[in-house]
């Protein structure tokens, strides 16, 4: 079955600077998206990565912010950058279409888990 | 703009018991309503998927309806497990079959 897997797990950073998160998965799928959990919440979803071209952001969320890559049907990275403590969080990335998953069925990587300190 | 919410926000029950989760969402055009469980700092694994045209998916001990009039979805556990311990998702999928809003979990504590 396919694999959707995240680097890097966790990170522990400082206030100002930046972190790329990759997301890999081992078939193409049509769509990829980044969630963001803060803590005790719910999932909030930040953007839709499209391929080749510019993300869809969310309202709330903005590319200055949360700049996306997705250079092609298997990877994508999520750059969360000049972090404050606000943005500590898990972050994961979710896939959905074809690659071994059920259509219009959303499955999500095992999440980035980021402190800002 | 639709709204998920999940009710009870937790649940502590002794190990054997049937329980039944509750999920309401205010816009019935959904594509689909999926289920997932998440375990204390862990991504999310998809339990249970119903499309909008079924009222309900069954794996094993996990049974989900879905009511689209009212807007309401059910996750019944049967014979609940200590290892059934985790915080459980409901999330509605909109129309386009690309966007999920979830709701808030119920956190489910099984004791042995």
């Known amino acids: 079955s396919a694999v959707i897997s995240q680097k890097p797990s966790r990170d522990i950073c400082q206030r100002g600077t930046s972190l790329t998160i990759q997301c890999q998965v081992d078939?193409?799928?049509?769509?990829m998206f980044w969630y963001r959990q803060q803590p005790g919440q719910s999932l909030t979803l930040i953007a839709t990565a499209n391929q080749g071209s510019e993300a869809t952001y969310e309202s709330g969320f903005v590319i200055d912010k949360f700049p996306i890559s997705r250079p092609n049907l298997t990877f994508s990275t999520l750059t969360v950058s000049n972090m404050s403590p606000e943005d500590s969080s898990i972050y994961l990335c979710s896939v959905t279409g074809t690659g071994g998953f059920r259509s219009y069925e959303q499955y999500f990587g095992p999440g980035t888990r980021l402190t800002v300190t | 703009k639709q709204e998920v919410t999940q009710i009870p926000a937790a649940l502590s029950v002794p190990e054997g018991e049937n329980l039944v989760l509750n999920c309401s969402f205010t816009d019935s055009a959904i594509y689909n309503l999926q289920w997932f469980r998440q375990d204390p700092g862990k991504g999310l694994t998809s339990l249970l998927l119903?499309?909008?045209?079924?009222r309900e998916q069954t794996s094993g001990r996990l049974n989900a309806s879905l009511d689209k009039s009212s807007g309401r979805s059910t996750l019944y556990i049967a014979a609940s497990q200590p290892g059934d311990s985790a915080t459980y998702l409901c999330a509605a999928v909109n129309n386009a079959g690309n966007m999920l809003t979830f709701g808030g979990g119920t956190r489910l504590m099984v004791k042995p």
């Open positions: 078939s193409q799928v049509t769509m």
């Open positions: 119903i499309q909008s045209s079924q």
